[in-house]
Nanobody
Framework: QVQLVESGGGLVPAGGSLRLSCTAS????????LAWFRQALGKEREFVAT????????YYADSVKGRFTISRDNAKSTVYLQMNRLKPEDTAVYYC?????????????????WGQGTQVTVSS
């Protein structure tokens, strides 16, 4: 059983930065594709970013492209989401997810394990 634990959320003013971390335990982390999703209050969960098992391929939602960067450290079993130039519309609970495949996907239904989420609030 894989467990994912997110950290790094908080309250930040518009234009600021945050770095989210998600550390895994109990699985073969280096074999998994990973992703970040988010869910704002009253809205559906949406894809943010994904990275393949090697870190060589990444993909972003248009709404965050150029502002967010996903990365991973397989030695630490951790995936990161660096968020810059934050906007109020980025306010949401952010979830990391792991997929027991090498390749990435943007569909939340293709991920096998989820963290509990971390709140990000961007004030205007």
């Amino acid at each position: 059983q894989v467990q994912l634990v997110e950290s790094g959320g908080g309250l930040v003013p518009a234009g600021g930065s945050l770095r989210l971390s998600c550390t895994a335990s109990g699985g073969a982390f280096s074999d998994y594709a990973l992703a970040w999703f988010r869910q704002a209050l009253g809205k559906e969960r949406e894809f943010v970013a994904t990275i393949d098992w090697s870190g060589g391929r990444t993909y972003y939602a248009d709404s965050v492209k150029g502002r967010f960067t996903i990365s991973r450290d397989n030695a630490k079993s951790t995936v990161y989401l660096q968020m810059n130039r934050l906007k109020p519309e980025d306010t949401a609970v952010y979830y990391c997810a792991a997929r027991t495949r090498y390749s990435t996907t943007t569909y939340y239904g293709n991920y096998d394990y989820w963290g509990q989420g971390t709140q990000v609030t961007v004030s205007s």
